[in-house]
Each structure stands twice: as structure tokens, then as C-alpha cells.
């Protein structure tokens, strides 16, 4: 047990309690200590009772059982993996714009789920985060299983189409690639790449309550640097950036 608690506690901070909340809402609803019609998203309860808890319980809910456990811990896993791999890679001693990374992908995705009816958003905002990582090393060659090797840009949707085999739909998976493109694209694409106005900024409050550090674990992928304004450029452009190293799938 002390193994495991150790292993707990070097998860990275904010990782850390989003995989806990994703282990203790399943295991209170396959418990019955609160029955999961209460921890689904149900517009008319959310809007018509104020029943306000339900966009953050449904984003931590999934209904395990003999044909969804092994899709749910698949998907664990890969909140495990590459929420960690991003917060001490990409956003390393920051976490505040981590959060707001999160914050801003569960807002889309809640807006979304309101709008067509979905109830369990623990997927999508699972896989907007693994697009993310995946966009930030995408040149990155990646193990997948059965010893496939290709570009982390193309995780997310080898990910899309292993997750319809075991689990029947592509919806959920769908959506968080898109959330994740929309923040990657506003975040770093459209002002570092494209050398437009910058649409996102992370609140400075959160700076309050997650205030920068130094001195993390880095090297799992930086995003990509910003490009000269055209007039100071040589010549045409074209040039790429050096979106950092990555990870095989499955290391330690």
C-alpha cells in the first residue's frame, strides 16, 4: 500500500485530483451511495431544479460495469498519461494556465453537451487533453499497440477509432478533438504560427491560487515558439517549429 500511495503522491498536483474525482464519482455511483441519474448531465435539471453540480460530476462520472470497464480504464489511463505528460511538459511551473487549459476545454465541451443532449462528458475533455499533447510533439513517432508506430499528430484519431471498436461510438471522442484543436489553434496556432491577435489569456486570479514555480520536470514537449512578424522574415517562410520530444506510449 505504501508503494501505491507513493506512487500517488509524485502524480503531477492537478492531475493528480482530476484522476482521483475519476475514480471516487464512478465507485460512489456503482456503489449506490448516490444514484448516477444524479451525477449525468440532464439539461432540464441543470436549468429548470439548479441542480448546478451536474456539469462537473458528469465530467468525472462514467457508468462501470462488465461492458464499459474495460473502456473506462482505457480512457483512465490515458487521463493518467497525458494530463501528466502536459503538466510537467508543456505547461511545467505553470500551472495556472494549465488549469485554465482545462477550465476553458470543460466549458466548451459542458456548452456542447447541453446542446446535444449528452450526458457523460468524462471522454471528451479526456481526449481534447491528449489532443493537445498530441498537436504539441507532433512530429513525434509513437508506439500504439501491436507494435503500430506513427506521428503523435495522428494519436487522437487512432484513438477515435480504437475507442468505436470497444465502446460503439465516435461522438464523445469527436468532440474533444475538436474542443482541443479550438483551444490549440487560439492558444498557439493562430498568434505563434499564423501571427495573429492573441484570443486567450489565462485570468490572473488563477495566478492567485496557482502561482508559478520554478525548478519542474520538463522535457515531454514545449509549445511551439513564436515566428517573426513577416516584415522582419528574410525571405518566404515555410520554416517549421521544433514542437519538442514526446514519449512512446506505455513508457514510465
Not at 4 to 29: E, H, Q
Not at 63 to 73: A, E, N, W
Not at 190 to 206: A, E, V
Amino acid at each position: 500500500m505504501s508503494d501505491i500511495g507513493d506512487w500517488f503522491k509524485n502524480i503531477p498536483f492537478i492531475t493528480r485530483y482530476w484522476f482521483a474525482g475519476s475514480i471516487a464519482v464512478p465507485l460512489i455511483g456503482k456503489l449506490g451511495l448516490i444514484s448516477p441519474m444524479y451525477l449525468v448531465l440532464w439539461a432540464e435539471a441543470f436549468f429548470h431544479k439548479f441542480q448546478i453540480w451536474r456539469p462537473v460530476t458528469s465530467t468525472l462520472y462514467f457508468p462501470v460495469g462488465p461492458g464499459t470497464g474495460f473502456l473506462y480504464l482505457v480512457n483512465l489511463y490515458f487521463l493518467y498519461q497525458y494530463s501528466s505528460r502536459l503538466e510537467t511538459g508543456a505547461f511545467d511551473g505553470r500551472p495556472a494556465d494549465y488549469v485554465f487549459m482545462l477550465l476553458f476545454n470543460w466549458l466548451c465541451i459542458v456548452i456542447t453537451g447541453l446542446m446535444m443532449d449528452m450526458q457523460l462528458l468524462m471522454i471528451p475533455l479526456i481526449m481534447s487533453v491528449l489532443y493537445v499533447w498530441a498537436q504539441l510533439n507532433r512530429e513525434m513517432i509513437v508506439s500504439f499497440w501491436f507494435g503500430t508506430r506513427f506521428k503523435a499528430c495522428y494519436l487522437p484519431w487512432v484513438i477515435l477509432g480504437f475507442n468505436y471498436i470497444i465502446g460503439g461510438s465516435v461522438v464523445n471522442e469527436l468532440i474533444g478533438n475538436l474542443v482541443g484543436h479550438l483551444y490549440f489553434f487560439l492558444m498557439f496556432k493562430y498568434p505563434m504560427d499564423l501571427g495573429g491577435r492573441s484570443f486567450l489569456s489565462t485570468p490572473q486570479f488563477l495566478y492567485r491560487y496557482f502561482p508559478n514555480r520554478r525548478g519542474g520536470v520538463s522535457g515531454f514537449g514545449v509549445p511551439p515558439s513564436r515566428r517573426p512578424a513577416p516584415q522582419e522574415q528574410g525571405g518566404g517562410g515555410g520554416g517549421r517549429h521544433n514542437w519538442g520530444q514526446g514519449f512512446r506510449l506505455g513508457d514510465d
